[in-house]
């Protein structure tokens, strides 16, 4: 294994308290329906066809349990936003309450998983956040239906199989009998873990493989980089990642060193409105 070239840079200590402090909410629970309930033989069929679950049976929500977890992730967050303006932030989630408030359970449903949030800020952080937690809850009850998602017998697309995301971050698998484990990509939005060959990259046009490199690692995580597209993907050795978000927010210096050498990200990045080194 090589030294890393860039020393390992410490994301701002407020930054990683907030996002512990919003981690450490118990999830929601109790919120959402499907209509009708998923059946797995057809789940796995439209799979097979390339169809995300969250296309087939997309989850429903009711708006005011949405903003409620909201405004609780609003208190968690306040500590550790410096310089905080409480009132505006509540003024902004507000308004986007109101007009989200007319909406069918099976439309917000479909705002969580695809909708614009149209909030900046701290507010569109907060709202961003509960749309992951939301998320996050309905993805690990569907993909109890189909276990097999992280082997890659049933999906093999780029995308996320749940919410239809590109990949935020990868995990590598434990060495077997002296083989490197599989690689899985993760889903920053919903946290779902699926499969994709190591060497075939996940921003590139699906009938291209792309031109895969790994041109960092360290004991904890490694980046691989496209030649071809000039994206990246930070990748995680071994662990299971419980918490993707974390993680993201712990690894910023692989970031900084991919775009050092003049990489994209290939999917959004995780707080666009979080503190970090970067603003
Ligand atoms: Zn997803
Ligand atoms: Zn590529």
Not at 158 to 166: A, D, F, H, K, N
């Amino acid at each position: 294994m090589r030294e890393p070239v860039w020393p390992p840079v410490e994301p701002p200590a407020g930054a990683l308290a907030l996002h512990r402090a919003l981690a450490a909410l118990p999830p929601p629970d109790g919120w959402w329906g499907l209509n009708p309930e998923p059946d797995p033989s057809a789940l796995r069929v439209h799979l097979a066809e390339g169809r995300s679950i969250g296309d087939v049976w997309p989850p429903a929500l009711r708006p005011d349990a949405f903003f409620g977890l909201v405004r609780v992730m609003a208190a968690a967050a306040a500590p550790h936003f410096p310089g905080g303006d409480a009132e505006a932030v509540s003024a902004d989630l507000t308004r986007a309450e109101t007009e989200m408030a007319r909406l069918a359970p099976e439309d917000m449903g479909r705002w969580v998983l695809r909708g614009e949030c149209g909030l900046k800020g701290r507010a569109g952080f907060l709202v961003e956040h509960a749309r992951r937690a939301y998320l996050r809850a309905y993805a690990r009850t569907v993909t109890k239906r189909v276990p097999e998602l992280e082997t890659g017998v049933l999906w093999s697309r780029r995308i996320c199989p749940v919410c239809g995301s590109l990949p935020g971050l990868g995990r590598i698998m434990k060495r077997q009998a002296g083989v490197p484990g599989p690689r899985l990509l993760i889903c920053r939005r919903c946290a779902t873990n699926w499969r994709l060959p190591r060497f075939v990259c996940p921003f590139c046009p699906e009938e291209e493989p792309g031109d895969i490199v790994t041109v960092e690692g360290d004991a904890q995580a490694e980046l691989h980089v496209c030649k071809r597209c000039r994206r990246y993907l930070k990748v995680i050795r071994e662990e299971m990642v419980d918490d993707p978000t974390l993680w993201d927010v712990q690894t910023l210096y692989l970031d900084l060193l991919a775009e050092h050498m003049g990489f994209l990200p290939g999917a959004e990045p995780v707080d666009p409105a979080a503190p970090s080194p970067r603003h």
